[in-house]
């Protein structure tokens, strides 16, 4: 499997940003799909994750009601809407996908994609 992370961008503080990360290869109902991202010298950080076959999400308490995570099964693609955003949603965003029970652990996540910047702007 592999992953293409794209729309990444400069945006002031405020406005909104649509991540999106088309993978190639099976992605099997039972595996989640999520977004993660990471800035200069700290761990990386869960988002938000979808698990492919129902649908699910769960959302790190930092993003839920501006961000939302989906997927277009039809084009094995999963997007991050993130509206609202703030200054401190600056980072490197990651699209993982893999087999990963607790969500939020990256280590759990087999496949990952190259990443994108997204920088807020005060």
């Known amino acids: 499997v592999q992953l293409q992370a794209f729309g990444g961008g400069l945006v002031q503080a405020g406005g909104y940003l649509r991540l999106s990360c088309a993978a190639s290869?099976?992605?099997?109902?039972?595996?989640?799909m999520a977004w993660f991202r990471q800035t200069l010298g700290k761990e990386r950080e869960f988002v938000a994750g979808i698990r492919w076959g129902v649908g699910s999400t769960v959302q790190a308490d930092s993003v839920k009601g501006r961000f939302t995570i989906s997927r277009d099964n039809a084009r094995n693609t999963v997007y991050l809407q993130m509206n609202s955003l703030k200054p401190e949603d600056t980072a490197v965003y990651y699209c993982a996908a893999g087999n990963a029970p607790s969500i939020r652990f990256s280590p759990e996540y087999s496949y990952w994609g190259q990443g994108t910047q997204v920088t807020v702007s005060s």
């Open positions: 290869g099976s992605i099997f109902s039972n595996w989640y």
